[in-house]
């Protein structure tokens, strides 16, 4: 599976921007989609996840409510689309597939995952 992460950019606070992460070289219908992002000097953080084939959603603590993941299965999409946004959510925003089996719980952990996206870079001025 490839992931192709786009959508970044500089956005004000209180601003919105829709992430995109278009995966190719199989269809991912039975896989775990996530966005993860990494601040600089800072571990990698869970946002959000789907699973693909029910829908189900799940997000870290400070995006709920403000962050929405969905996904478009005609276009093998995954979208993120962050409401709201604050200085402290600036980071580089990475999509990430988990192969099918994945139990939702461990949609948090990197170590679920084992198709990686690039990254976009998400600024939010102040």
């Known amino acids: 599976v490839q992931l192709q992460a786009s959508g970044g950019g500089l956005v004000q606070a209180g601003g919105s921007l829709r992430l995109s992460c278009a995966a190719s070289?199989?269809?991912?219908?039975?896989?775990?989609m996530g966005w993860f992002r990494q601040a600089p000097g800072k571990e990698r953080e869970f946002v959000a996840a789907?699973?693909?084939?029910?829908?189900?959603?799940y997000y870290g603590g400070s995006m709920q409510g403000r962050f929405t993941i969905s996904r478009d299965s005609a276009k093998n999409t995954v979208y993120l689309q962050m409401n709201s946004l604050k200085p402290d959510d600036t980071a580089v925003y990475y999509c990430a597939a988990a192969p099918p089996g994945t139990i939702a719980s461990s949609y948090r952990s990197i170590q679920a995952y084992n198709y990686w996206g690039q990254g976009t870079l998400v600024t939010v001025s102040s």
């Open positions: 070289g199989r269809t991912v219908s039975r896989y775990g």
């Open positions: 789907i699973r693909w084939n029910s829908g189900s959603t």
